[in-house]
């Protein structure tokens, strides 16, 4: 069971990387071409289905009722959910940094800051697809045998 599950994790960190790439994709759309305020493409995108709307949500209240930074607010909700998201620190410092440019330039500015972190994650997208391609079948074998093993030993 145990290689089942770590190989589902690897999976999941797949899934995730993809789901900010689109987030990244909506909340640059918002800011760019529908020219709203960092604050209420980040309460438009929070109307959505998916993961990431929970998170915009949660960056919007943060920043409204603390008056924190854009960066703090975007820091302290990427630690709220750092236990749902199947991420390697890579991804986390690109996330974390991101935050923190958000708001401060002009839309140029974070239309190109999105860009680079939606190719930066892209590149660990595929990282993650090799290590994934390299250990699932491993962490399935091993999960088996370990099983089997553990029958063989309480008979």
């Known amino acids: 069971m145990a290689g089942f599950a770590f190989s589902r994790r690897l999976t999941e960190r797949i899934e995730n990387i993809r789901q900010i790439q689109a987030f990244l994709m909506e909340l640059e759309n918002e800011i760019v071409y529908i020219n709203r305020p960092l604050g209420q493409a980040l309460l438009a995108i929070s109307h959505k289905k998916g993961m990431m709307s929970s ?35 890579e991804e986390w410092d690109l996330m974390i940094s991101m935050g923190y440019v958000l708001g401060k330039t002009n839309r140029a500015g974070q239309k190109s800051c999105i860009e680079l972190v939606r190719s930066k994650l892209g590149i660990q997208e595929k990282k993650a697809e090799n290590d994934r391609a390299q250990k699932e079948k491993l962490y399935k074998s091993l999960g088996v045998l370990g099983g089997i093993a553990t029958v063989l030993v309480l008979i």
């Open 55 to 89: 998170f915009a949500k949660r960056v919007f209240e943060i920043q409204n009722n603390t008056k924190l930074s854009t960066g703090k607010a975007w820091e302290k909700s990427l630690d709220e959910f750092r236990a749902q998201w199947v991420l390697h620190q």
